[in-house]
T-cell receptor, first 113, second 111 residues
Framework: NAGVMQNPRHLVRRRGQEARLRCSPM?????VYWYRQLPEEGLKFMVY????????ESGMPKERFSAEFPKEGPSILRIQQVVRGDSAAYFC???????????FGPGTRLTVT | GESVGLHLPTLSVQEGDNSIINCAYS??????FIWYKQESGKGPQFIID?????DKRQGQRVTVLLNKTVKHLSLQIAATQPGDSAVYFC??????????FGGGTRLMVKP
């Protein structure tokens, strides 16, 4: 059973470009979560999605960031007009439902130059 | 605001010794806690969890203790090995969806 998959593993973007991060949850998991981690810090919640629905986006910046989890295909975290402060590791996690452990992917390390 | 925090940022232990990593939480409504291990360049790896109706749970070489009176969580690792070297995070889940992570403790195992 494959774990949570994320791609790309590393992404370099210039300021003002767009970044698209993809996440495929574990088989049988319909709940997806995105977290951001700065160096030497804990993970910070961004958004929680189920298929075709955003359940909780209380951790998402109000501008430039969006997320989706379509009926078919991976979940996408999109960052428009990236700035240097967006440089971080972005982790996706999945679970079979609420109140269960969340399993994390290997992360995408975004570097904005 | 509500937060999860750790007492020790770095813990250095001798191989074979037991390790204890501590975590304090402030949200009394939290009902589910998880310990994660994160190695450099990797995603957090689930270690063990505990629900608020328990005060102790054991896994393979690991034990989690929950003291709701003082809002304290600990992770005990028996016979610590070099492969245990990593950053350990506690996380709480009080709303059924998002996890709130502590700042992390770096465990260094000396051979």
């Amino acid at each position: 059973n494959a774990g949570v998959m994320q791609n790309p593993r590393h992404l370099v973007r210039r300021r003002g470009q767009e970044a698209r991060l993809r996440c495929s949850p574990m088989k049988g998991h319909s709940h997806v979560y995105w977290y951001r981690q700065l160096p030497e810090e804990g993970l910070k919640f961004m958004v929680y999605l189920q298929k075709e629905n955003i359940i909780d986006e209380s951790g998402m910046p109000k501008e430039r960031f969006s997320a989706e989890f379509p009926k078919e295909g991976p979940s996408i975290l999109r960052i428009q007009q990236v700035v240097r402060g967006d440089s971080a590791a972005y982790f996706c996690a999945s679970s079979p439902g609420t109140g269960y452990e969340q399993y994390f992917g290997p992360g995408t390390r975004l570097t904005v130059t | 605001g509500e937060s999860v925090g750790l007492h020790l940022p770095t813990l250095s232990v001798q191989e074979g010794d037991n390790s204890i990593i501590n975590c304090a939480y402030s949200n009394s409504a939290s009902d589910y806690f998880i310990w994660y291990k994160q190695e450099s360049g990797k995603g957090p790896q689930f270690i063990i969890d505990i629900r608020s109706n328990m005060d102790k749970r054991q896994g393979q070489r690991v034990t989690v203790l929950l003291n709701k009176t003082v809002k304290h969580l600990s992770l005990q690792i028996a016979a610590t090995q070099p492969g245990d070297s990593a950053v350990y995070f506690c996380a709480e889940n009080s709303l059924g969806n998002m996890l709130t992570f502590g700042g992390g403790t770096r465990l260094m195992v000396k051979p």
